[in-house]
């Protein structure tokens, strides 16, 4: 090849790496000195760097193509058949033991890495697990309290509208008492509601019991803690077999748990009957 002869036909095939040593050579020498061909080779190795990312804008010359293969048999020694068995016969390139080691390693890597990323996704699920649990139970506990505001409005505007209620005090038995409630009762939907006033503050563990009387025996009809001595029960008696004769308070340990009052009545009052 002559020196100052233009190498612009070579160009593509240099910035590919596919040229003779002798040829890139003389490429290199011959650019050093001429613009055209310096500014044609920036042109093809911007087009050698697109075609890696397979998008081919530029025309490749006739013989380009076969350099290309040429070159690449050359530089391929052939693969021993006992190279492509098991798991490593999957690249398609002839892979040394070096090769084999880096590419073990990185595989091991890789490995780690999406086994580092699962326990993550694990951890991450876990936790929005706990998250959600925890909003169920809030949501559930909101939704049996608002339930039961709900039931206490149905049973508080049963017994207020009902023309035939009957409303008594519920009186304490001993004078050293202190405090007082009311009892009213709607015989039609089978109804009541206790109000309380000026009831004593209870010690840590104890609690008022509402209890009904009636000829089956004594039922224990609902627990409660007077916020600033004020009491506000409903109470519903459809399921008694037979009407309550007698309505009282006592101050128990042990909630709901009983059948009988273990305390003596502190407010009590038989229910008149018709
Ligand atoms: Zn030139």
């Given at each position: 090849?002559?020196?100052?002869?233009?190498?612009?036909?070579?160009?593509?095939?240099?910035?590919?790496?596919?040229?003779?040593?002798?040829?890139?050579?003389?490429?290199?020498?011959?650019?050093?000195?001429?613009?055209?061909?310096?500014?044609?080779?920036?042109?093809?190795?911007?087009?050698?760097?697109?075609?890696?990312?397979?998008?081919?804008?530029?025309?490749?010359?006739?013989?380009?193509?076969?350099?290309?293969?040429?070159?690449?048999?050359?530089?391929?020694?052939?693969?021993?058949?006992?190279?492509?068995?098991?798991?490593?016969?999957?690249?398609?390139?002839?892979?040394?033991?070096?090769?084999?080691?880096?590419?073990?390693?990185?595989?091991?890597?890789?490995?780690?890495?999406?086994?580092?990323?699962?326990?993550?996704?694990?951890?991450?699920?876990?936790?929005?697990?706990?998250?959600?649990?925890?909003?169920?139970?809030?949501?559930?506990?909101?939704?049996?309290?608002?339930?039961?505001?709900?039931?206490?409005?149905?049973?508080?505007?049963?017994?207020?509208?009902?023309?035939?209620?009957?409303?008594?005090?519920?009186?304490?038995?001993?004078?050293?008492?202190?405090?007082?409630?009311?009892?009213?009762?709607?015989?039609?939907a089978r109804q009541?509601?206790?109000?309380?006033?000026?009831?004593?503050?209870?010690?840590?563990?104890?609690?008022?019991?509402?209890?009904?009387?009636?000829?089956?025996?004594?039922?224990p009809m609902a627990?409660?803690?007077?916020?600033?001595?004020?009491?506000?029960?409903?109470?519903?008696?459809?399921?008694?077999?037979?009407?309550?004769?007698?309505?009282?308070?006592?101050?128990?340990?042990?909630?709901?748990?009983?059948?009988?009052?273990?305390?003596?009545?502190?407010?009590?009052?038989?229910?008149?009957?018709?």
């Amino acid at each position: 090849m002559i020196e100052n002869e233009h190498v612009i036909e070579l160009l593509d095939a240099y910035a590919l790496g596919a040229l003779e040593e002798a040829e890139t050579n003389s490429v290199e020498a011959h650019v050093a000195d001429c613009v055209e061909c310096w500014n044609e080779m920036t042109t093809a190795q911007e087009a050698a760097g697109l075609l890696s990312l397979s998008v081919a804008i530029h025309e490749a010359p006739a013989r380009l193509g076969e350099r290309i293969i040429s070159t690449a048999q050359r530089e391929t020694s052939p693969v021993p058949i006992e190279r492509r068995r098991g798991f490593w016969g999957r690249f398609s390139r002839p892979i040394g033991i070096g090769a084999m080691g880096v590419a073990s390693v990185a595989v091991i890597a890789v490995g780690l890495t999406m086994q580092q990323q699962v326990d993550d996704l694990e951890a991450e699920n876990a936790a929005l697990n706990a998250e959600l649990r925890a909003e169920t139970f809030a949501l559930e506990q909101e939704l049996a309290d608002t339930e039961a505001r709900v039931a206490e409005q149905e049973i508080l505007f049963a017994v207020s509208s009902d023309e035939n209620a009957q409303e008594f005090a519920v009186a304490p038995r001993s004078g050293s008492v202190e405090g007082s409630a009311s009892y009213a009762y709607s015989p039609d939907a089978r109804q009541g509601v206790v109000e309380c006033i000026g009831l004593e503050p209870l010690p840590p563990g104890m609690l008022y019991q509402l209890w009904v009387e009636s000829d089956e025996g004594t039922h224990p009809m609902a627990t409660f803690q007077p916020v600033d001595g004020e009491c506000l029960v409903t109470m519903s008696l459809g399921y008694l077999e037979s009407a309550p004769t007698a309505i009282g308070i006592t101050t128990e340990m042990i909630p709901g748990g009983l059948d009988e009052p273990s305390t003596p009545w502190l407010l009590y009052s038989e229910i008149p009957q018709d």
